[in-house]
């Protein structure tokens, strides 16, 4: 089973550059690492995923080094709406062998 | 692209009945289907995996008995809560992957139960 490990949360001020470093060290050669955004009463909501390397998209940066048992998330220049909970999640394209962390809550200050 | 539906939004019930949630998968096919729960503060719990056209298969501590799921097609599964109590009071979320990328999990808005 994928288990993975964040800090449980992170303070922040608007306009910094925020990066939250997930651990997985039993990633098998299949996961994919996929980080979600959640708010309060609503589902996950997709942000970026990655194999290795660097990916980047209009939203986040994700950073996945050489031996992948971790991944950084970095979110630009914060706003007040990004204060969310944050998952990432270490998945396969099939069975069922992943399971939630308890996220990373980001508070993004005035 | 990528849109989960869920139905209702939220439910109140009384204890005892039954209650359905819809999760539809908007714009692409999904083999596979999840079911989530979570309570306040707390993380996604994996209830169970459902496959199209085929029995879904529970998580450890789930009772198939009372949660019911059905994946008849590949865009809509079905989770029936049955006889329900105060205690199934919950968030619950769906998430399905596409059939054409199957790495991603892609997430309804979730339904909130209240039972009384």
């Known amino acids: 089973l994928a288990k993975t490990t964040q800090p449980i949360s992170m303070d922040s001020y608007e306009g910094q550059e925020v990066n939250i470093t997930c651990s997985h060290n039993?990633?098998?050669?299949?996961?994919?690492i996929t980080w979600y955004q959640q708010f309060p009463s609503q589902g996950p909501r997709f942000i970026i995923q990655?194999?290795?390397t660097k990916v980047t998209n209009e939203v986040a940066s994700l950073f996945i080094p050489a031996d992948r048992k971790s991944s950084t998330l970095s979110l630009p220049r914060v706003s007040l709406s990004d204060t969310a909970v944050y998952y990432c999640?270490?998945?396969?394209?099939?069975?069922?062998?992943?399971?939630f962390g308890p996220g990373t809550r980001l508070s993004v200050l005035p | 692209g990528a849109v989960v539906s869920q139905h209702p939004s939220r439910v109140i019930c009384k204890s005892g009945t039954s209650v359905k949630i819809e999760c539809r998968s908007l714009?692409?096919?999904?083999?596979?289907m999840f079911w989530y729960r979570q309570f306040p503060k707390q993380s996604l719990m994996l209830m169970a995996t459902?496959?199209?056209?085929?029995?879904?298969?529970?998580e450890q501590g789930v009772e198939k008995d009372k949660f019911l799921i059905n994946h008849a097609s590949l865009t809509l599964s079905t989770l029936t809560v049955t006889s329900a109590h105060p205690e199934d009071s919950s968030f619950y979320i769906c998430?399905?992957?596409?059939?054409?990328?199957?790495?991603?999990?892609?997430f309804g808005p979730g339904t909130r139960l209240l039972v009384l």
């Open positions: 999640l270490v998945d396969t394209n099939y069975g069922q062998n992943f399971v």
């Open positions: 039993n990633i098998a050669t299949n996961d994919y």
């Open positions: 990655g194999y290795k």
């Open positions: 998430s399905a992957r596409d059939r054409d990328n199957q790495e991603t999990q892609y």
């Open positions: 459902s496959n199209e056209g085929s029995k879904a298969t529970y």
């Open positions: 714009d692409f096919q999904a083999t596979t």
